[in-house]
């Protein structure tokens, strides 16, 4: 337990806090930032004042108020020039990015590419080369303020290793060094789970703004949770908290690829919908997922069928995972949501009959608000965290 | 996002940390007070003469060092004059303690009771007697700073009511302030779900002290759960979070107190137990479960039936309580105790098939240290917490 922060350390706490202040909430006059910071006008002038010297915001008047009296200026983040690279790793895509101070994406790169093993010098050649893509095409005076990639599978906080993918065919791959160096910008990269990331996604910038305590579901070939608790991401002791795909809910029932059976993600995930629905040897994937949601909302007994199997078992996670963190959201993001949509009558009726009063009383069932892009999303807000945590080092530290 | 503390918060925040350090660990000296909490000697001086005043701590030479030189002072917490009231109300007992600053029980009261319906009225008369037979024999300088009561129930945390206690045949009632009224201190008592409280405790003074991530079991009737996540109690959004009993480890299995079926405390308490080993009508509760255990011990086949089965459920559940929140130890409390060293080959192995590898690779599986008292000093350190957080104010709010 340490002392209180220094002064020192307070002013860069609150550079930090103004700065995300206008990343998060755009363009905000100095009145508004004054009210919202519960400082006073002449602190906010002068920590404005630093983050401008700093090329970090600007600050203009703002357009016609309609109010008499001199407007307060308005501070803006200075998107065009300060950017961050967010990398997204999924099973059947990658795509990496330039996303602008205050979450504008300025420039993208994606590639699809068949399910199977991934080699990792291609895959990080592959990120490396969108990023000189896009950086090839700036102006001389923006400055790149951090690099992150979501990633699907298990990654150790501190340094960005990929301990296991099986989704992908990787194990043990130091994937975050890896592709720091084949950036070559001496930037280190942070890499996240990418259902940690889309938590963290629609916490920031999606539909669980304000909601401190957050159970995101991402769906893609398995199924990885991301928790907010308490406002913060739950990372657990060496970052692979959140695993809510791996929660058997049918003890003895499908094989899953961890080993083990009757996880969550083997019996709601795409293989176990396609496979109830009677479509084996079907292409998997996002299309495979919506052809059965469409079938069965134009009749298809055995594609309602497997919807009602595969929510039966979603419910019954979800009603869990209620119990356990009494959260105020649970979101479905990925292919989830069309498989939530799809089956939203039998995951709720689970929620109610599997979860206690008290613990479901205020919870709200949403998708994704951020949709495809939320774990693209989540990954720039990792890449902005450094920034945002202590603006001025982090610039210092660039040559800036 | 507010702004950084204001310099007043500051002396508070380091206020209140000075007196946590000696409250958890004891006596210190000087030095090492200005050691662990980095900040210089004049400061810790200033602090401590604050805290001297208030009538917290007191500072006293140590004993023979053994070493030259002029010795630095030792800080003790005031133990004998500022104290807390603890409750905890489970289903076969409820004690009152009276703990001092330091967390040494003081003074104590306790009864047990048959199971069934508890009535309201009687419990907290029962209570309040035993905090009057205590509070008559203080001091005229001692001071209550805090009360606070462990329950066995499900607990709103911003006013104590207690939504569900179905052990205890009590739904609904406005607890907290019921026994506050009783007390007649002028105090309010904080409420806590006794597995939330027993984690707290293990955390600050037991198995789990220096851990951020921990999952505490807590075995009673039911099975309660109390997660710290990142150093911090997770409450969930109202407080009821942690409610991992009524995770669903058997769909469809036996029936629960809460209306569903198959979860964790239907499969692993002790009914389950006692039923497994043939023992209908056996009379429930600790030495029961002791029974089964020695009898299982001593060769009984249906005992060690009985342990087995109860073992690979708890086995699943903590398997997926690692999966989801990778935490650093599991703490088995209260009667979980005795099952987890009657089964605790079974519980490693399904912990270890159902559980990722790296979920698991650094997890420790322990007994609770603070034994049938951890719930109680839980509730000790909830109502210490806000004398610990800002000690001038609380000690001003009581007229010292």
Redesign the interface.
Known sequence: ?????SQE???R??LG?LL??VHLGGPTSRAELTN????NRS?IMALTADLTAAGLVREELPKDTGRAGRPSLVVRPESARVYVLAFDVGVDRVVAARVGLGGAVLDRRETTHARGSFDLADLVATLAGFARQMTRKTRADTVCVGAACAFSG?V?HSDGYV??APNMGLEDVPFGEELSKKLAMGLPVAVGNEANLGALAEHTRGIGVGC??LVYLHGEVGIG?G?I??G?L???????????G??????GGRPCA???RGCLEAEVGERALLEHAGRYGEPLGRDGVRAVVEDADAGDIMAQDALHRVGNWLG?GV???V??????IVVFGGMLREIYLGSAAQVRSRVN???????R??LRLRISALGDDATLVGAAELGFSQVLDDPLEVLARLGN
């Open positions: 337990m340490r002392a209180g922060p350390e307070i002013r706490h609150n806090t995300r202040h919202r910071m519960g400082l602190t298990g150790r301990r296991f401190r305590d949770g928790i608790v308490n913060q739950m990372g657990g002791m060496s970052g692979y908290g959140g695993e809510v791996h929660m058997i809910v049918n003890p961890c080993g083990s019954l009603a869990n995972l119990n356990i963190f009494n959260p105020e009959t599997g979860s206690l009063i008290a613990s009383e205020h």
